[in-house]
């Protein structure tokens, strides 16, 4: 075949032929510069049969594209006897262009710079070449006689990849006839396949001076005649001036036309309207006013919608996203919270077994409203809906409004959920159980679309109550039913979280855990953030020795500065303790530390007459501090502390120094438990000190306070001291002592300590492993594993008393903020900054009472 058709534009096809010596055509029609050979070329055959030779009389140029740029194969010898064109790999290799063959393809490559220039292809146990022609004497190519010719899309490159440049619109384009020559000066014209006026380029063809019109077989020849009358036709003169005027529309025209002489006569159609590159280029969306009929009895048709990710996440249970589940008939709403996407069709079969509850019916819902998110589309998805024979509607993609029941509910569930939490001043992680709330009232309410008559009414044809309906955030005293004896308090606080038909859920304030009552009192002038508002930071975070707490709330600006006093005076000895309005208060702390001590078996009372003389006897004080917790609630806590720096025993570094993690390795420690995904535990070990052995004898007077803990008559210990077996608070070698403890219980564990950190310990069972970081008695315990982690943790435990505070949220002074779906792990120090400021900065800044600054500030820190 002489030619084909490849991507719309002619091309030349050839046989790769490595024994031909010259290139060889069959269709003069594609060569320029044609001409006759001096002496005729006989060329052989491989069969060696003299019929078979081939006689060549002429030869001319083959031009074609290649990169966007024409190129030109000289001396194509043609032969109308020949049944395939031929290319010749030896004239190629001649011209400085190395031939590569492979499996499938074979490549031209140019051998000064490496690069490939063309490329062949393998078909019918052949090799082949396609060239794109070029049009014979076009500007851009070596012809001088023709130029500025632009054909349509049909024929040529796209026109912006061409170094040609196009005329202006002109007249119309007279069409070639077998019968006569074209007058070529006059020649216009487009291409009626391509769809787009735009691309439909006039052809423009101006003759030299000295052209000879009776040599034009040569050139006009490359032209399919036929082709061309089918391919072309005229521009409409509406049509025509439409294009010049800016895509002018036919009324525009119709106005121009009264004052342009030029439109005086031309004739508007309304093809003007039908022009594609208006239509693509003005497109809008359409507003979607139409209005679906609405079902016809309740819970047939639902509409759904997802929302999510959202941070932080819920409560305990780490929810992430929302779907809802909207009853077209009366809008009677189901919600749950989901952890991922994939949740959503177990969220729907929650949602059918709860209509089946209201409406007795196996079979309710046939209809299920959507948009095209994956998660509506997934094989479980489908099954259930397939088992249920439901149909489910998808709308448009990026057309919500198809989809606008359930997309305005998403809007109404996020501002009642925003303002519920704000007017409680809850944290943000309470939004799962502000859903639910939100969900109870809604569906009760009236709504607009049903005549002002409730979903709750619509679906289960009763009048709802609102028996048990409080505040949202208020107060709450609900009834312990686990009290223990028979003068303990009945009630216990805590904060309304979800309201139900039979009662209410309560966040208890003791126990952080959810409780469903309906023996409740509500307090709903006092919501969850009136109660630690007004309180005063903590001067410090010290260990955690007791469990002794007071709750200290007001709403009053003078409690608050005189709370802030007290914090300034805490008591600084025994004595003072004793003597405090907090008096109980701190002799509980007290007893409860001096309880731990004896526990502990940290001495032996031995009279002083056994000593022998001169023998150093240490003092010891009482260090008091009030710690505020997380949950608003003031710690007191009781330290015994010895006065270690009167020991006169002489020891060596190596017994006095204790290592610790450093504030990088933290880091690092949580950058690895983040990128790994693990499973993430707090410990602190109670009184970590007093598990240490002495090695050294070491006496102390015996505390105050420990007769009234032990009940013995006052005075009647001052003939006893006490004997330390056990290292304390205050002593040089405590913390070396307290080190090599905890890590002679981890390695009898199979634990490892890294060798160049030993503040860091790893444990490795099979795929499974655990990775311990201590500092001094606060430990971070990650796993891969949770059942593995929660295993070791009481291991722990039967060797050392420790307490596992669950997922960290403050450890060394740094605040952990962790969100599981976005995999990351925020550090910041507001408490620390907020307590300095409230300390140096003089009341009239009021620093600590203005929470919207604080908030500010390190909302914007966080977010670099």
């Given at each position: ?5 490849t ?25 320029t510069?044609?001409r ?21 009389n ?51 490559v ?23 022609l ?10 001088p006689?023709?130029?500025r010719l ?31 020559i ?108 139409q209005?679906?009929?609405?079902a ?15 941070s ?9 996203y929302?779907?809802?589940f ?6 009677y ?9 994939k949740q ?6 929650r ?6 509850s ?30 249920r024979?439901i ?7 990026h ?19 925003r ?14 159980h ?18 002002f008559?409730?979903?709750?009414q619509?679906v ?57 009552s ?126 270690g ?10 017994e ?9 390795d933290v ?5 690895v ?12 070990v109670?009184t ?46 405590s ?19 890294y060798?160049?950190?030993t ?8 795929q ?33 008393n ?27 120090q ?19 009472k ?10 914007q820190?966080?977010?670099?």
């Open positions: 075949h002489a030619c084909s058709m991507e719309g534009k002619y091309s030349f096809s050839a046989i790769i032929d490595s024994g031909c010596t010259e290139h060889l055509t069959n269709n003069k029609q594609f060569l510069n044609f006759r050979l001096t002496t005729p070329r006989i060329f052989k055959c491989a069969n060696g049969s003299e019929t078979a030779d081939l006689t060549v002429y030869c001319g140029d083959l031009k074609f594209y290649n990169n966007g740029t024409c190129s030109t194969l000289t001396d194509v010898l043609y032969s109308p006897s020949l049944s395939t064109n031929l290319f010749s790999v030896r004239k190629v290799t001649q011209s400085g262009i190395n031939v590569t063959f492979s499996k499938n393809y074979v490549n031209f140019q051998a000064s710079t490496g690069n490939i220039i063309k490329t062949g292809y393998f078909r019918d146990n052949l090799w082949w070449i396609d060239l794109p070029a049009p014979q004497g076009l500007e851009g190519c070596t012809t006689r023709l130029k632009k054909l349509g899309p049909c024929l040529l490159d796209d026109p912006y990849k061409q170094p040609c440049q196009h005329d202006s619109f002109g007249r119309h384009f007279e069409r070639v006839s077998s019968s006569r074209p007058d070529l000066t006059k020649l216009r014209g487009r291409c009626v396949e391509g769809s787009s006026l735009y691309h439909d380029i006039p052809v423009n063809i101006e003759l030299s001076e000295k052209h000879d019109p009776t040599n034009l077989d040569s050139k006009i020849a490359q032209f399919d005649k036929d082709n061309l009358e089918s391919k072309f036709q005229t521009l409409e003169s509406d049509i025509l001036w439409h294009l010049r005027l800016n895509h002018a529309s036919k009324p525009y025209l119709q106005a121009a036309k009264k004052f342009i002489p030029e439109l005086k006569y031309i004739t508007l159609t309304d093809n003007i309207q039908n022009c594609e590159d208006c239509h693509q280029a003005n497109v809008t969306r359409k507003s979607h006013t209005v679906r009929h609405r016809e009895k309740p819970l047939a048709v639902l509409h759904s919608d997802l929302m999510g990710t959202i932080p996440t819920n409560f305990r249970t780490g929810d992430s929302i779907v809802i909207v009853c077209d008939y009366s809008r709403t189901f919600a749950y919270t989901l952890k991922n996407k959503v069709h177990t969220a729907f079969e949602c059918l077994k709860e209509i089946e209201i409406t007795l019916e196996q079979k309710n819902v046939f209809k299920l409203r959507s948009d095209r998110g994956l998660e509506f589309q997934t094989s479980e998805m489908k099954q259930l809906l397939s088992d024979s149909t489910c509607e998808y709308s448009q993609p057309v919500p409004q198809q989809n606008g029941c359930a997309e305005r509910m998403n809007q109404e569930i996020k501002h009642k959920i303002v519920n939490l704000l007017a409680a001043k809850m944290p943000f992680s309470f939004w799962g502000a859903l639910n709330y939100v969900i109870f009232v809604y569906n009760r309410m009236p709504h607009s679309s049903n005549m008559t409730s979903p709750y619509m289960k044809q009763r009048p709802p109550t609102l028996k048990f309906l409080k505040r949202f955030g208020c107060l709450v005293h609900y009834h312990d039913v686990n009290s223990k004896t028979k003068f303990a308090p009945n009630g216990k606080r805590g904060y309304l979280l979800e309201c139900t038909d039979t009662g209410l859920i309560v966040f208890s304030e003791q126990h952080e855990n959810l409780v469903n309906c023996d409740v009192k509500c307090i709903e002038s006092i919501v969850y953030g009136d109660k630690i508002k007004d309180y005063p930071l903590p001067l410090s975070d010290s260990l955690d020795i007791s469990d002794t707490t007071c709750d200290l709330n007001s709403d009053s600006e003078t409690s608050a500065v005189a709370f802030k006093n007290i914090e300034l005076i805490e008591p600084v000895s025994y004595k003072e303790a004793i003597n405090s309005p907090e008096k109980d208060l701190w002799m509980e702390a007290i007893k409860s530390e001096l309880t731990a001590l004896v526990d502990m078996n940290t001495w032996d009372l031995v009279p002083k007459s056994e000593l022998e003389p001169r023998t150093k006897i240490i003092k010891s004080r009482w260090v008091h501090k009030r710690k505020l917790e997380p949950d608003g609630k003031f710690r007191f806590k009781s330290r015994l502390v010895i006065k720096f009167a020991d006169t025993n002489n020891y060596l570094v190596s006095i120094y204790a290592p610790v993690a450093r504030l990088g880091r690092m420690f949580l950058s438990v983040n990128k790994l995904e693990l499973f993430l535990y707090q410990l602190d109670t970590a000190f007093l598990h240490g052995e002495l090695e050294k004898p070491i006496f102390m007077y015996v505390p105050e306070g420990l007769e009234e803990m032990m009940e013995l008559p006052v005075r009647s210990l001052d003939n006893y001291i006490c004997s330390l077996k056990k290292s304390l608070y205050g002593l040089k070698v913390p070396n002592l307290w080190y090599k403890k905890f890590s002679k219980v981890l390695l009898e564990l199979g634990f490892e300590m060798p160049f950190q503040c860091i310990f790893k444990r490795q069972q099979d499974k492993f655990i990775i311990l970081l201590i500092y001094v008695d606060d430990c971070l315990l990650a796993s891969n594993n949770d059942d593995l982690a929660l295993q070791y943790i009481d291991k722990i435990k039967n060797k050392i420790i307490k596992n505070l669950g997922s960290p949220r403050k450890f060394l002074g740094l605040e952990i903020v962790r969100d599981l779906p976005n995999k990351t792990i925020f550090i910041h507001k408490t620390a900054i907020l307590k300095l400021l409230n300390k140096y900065l003089s009341p009239d800044d009021q620093i600590s203005n929470s919207n600054v604080s908030n500010y500030m390190f909302t820190y966080s977010r670099t």
